[in-house]
Nanobody
């Protein structure tokens, strides 16, 4: 089972940017998909973005054009570049590794967008 460690969260003003990182404890080359999810207080966890082992990426409609997911297989790391942040992006962001038959989660990193 893989261990995932997120970093890069914090407090940012509306319109600002953050880059989240997710470091995996093993090679991510053959992992079916790596993704970022988020959960705001009182809401269900939702998919933000995911990228397959082949490099195909998909995004939630609410973040299209603002967020970009990428992966560095050499560093076993997945990134989420978040631009033009809005208060409604405030949430705990979780990294996910989807092996197809099971998945692993990181502990999460808090992102707060506020003036």
């Amino acid at each position: 089972q893989v261990q995932l460690v997120e970093s890069g969260g914090g407090l940012v003003q509306p319109g600002g940017s953050l880059r989240l990182s997710c470091a995996a404890s093993l090679s991510i080359v053959s992992i079916y998909a790596m993704g970022w999810y988020r959960q705001a207080p009182g809401k269900q966890r939702e998919l933000v973005a995911a990228i397959t082992s082949g490099g195909y990426a998909n995004y939630a409609d609410s973040v299209k054009g603002r967020f970009t997911i990428s992966r560095d297989n050499a560093k076993n790391t997945v990134y989420l570049q978040m631009n033009s942040l809005k208060p409604e992006d405030t949430a705990v962001y979780y990294c996910n590794a989807d092996f197809g038959i099971f998945s692993s989660w990181g502990q999460g990193t808090q992102v707060t967008v506020s003036s």
